[in-house]
Nanobody, 122 residues
């Protein structure tokens, strides 16, 4: 069974950091572009970051550039999202997804995780 499982969410104060992980089972992430998305209450889901499966090229939503970093650990079949300088507006459920393509985009994903809650509040 193909599955993605996110972890690492939680409650953090503004300015703090969290590291999200996306672990795959049943398939190898090496051949998939991986994206991180988020959905805040009352808002549409939006793409946050993605990483290609070929050269490791990355893309970020403008609001997280310079604060978030996506990376792959192919040996552990895992993708991470390091989130620094968190803001209250980063509060959302964060999802990882796998796209059957080498190219990083914010659409066309085939497999999704169940999500992990990130809350940024003092």
């Amino acid at each position: 069974q193909l599955q993605l499982v996110e972890s690492g969410g939680g409650l953090v104060q503004p300015g703090g950091s969290l590291r999200l992980s996306c672990a795959a089972s049943g398939f190898t992430l090496d051949y998939y572009a991986i994206g991180w998305f988020r959905q805040a209450p009352g808002k549409e889901r939006e793409g946050v970051s993605c990483i290609s499966s070929s050269d490791g090229s990355t893309s970020y939503q403008d609001s997280v550039k310079g604060r978030f970093t996506i990376s792959r650990d192919n040996a552990k079949n895992t993708v991470h999202l390091q989130m620094n300088s968190l803001k209250p507006e980063d509060t959302a459920v964060y999802y990882c997804a796998a796209r059957s393509s080498v190219v990083c985009r914010f659409y066309g994903y085939d497999y999704w995780g169940q999500g992990t809650q990130v809350t940024v509040s003092s």
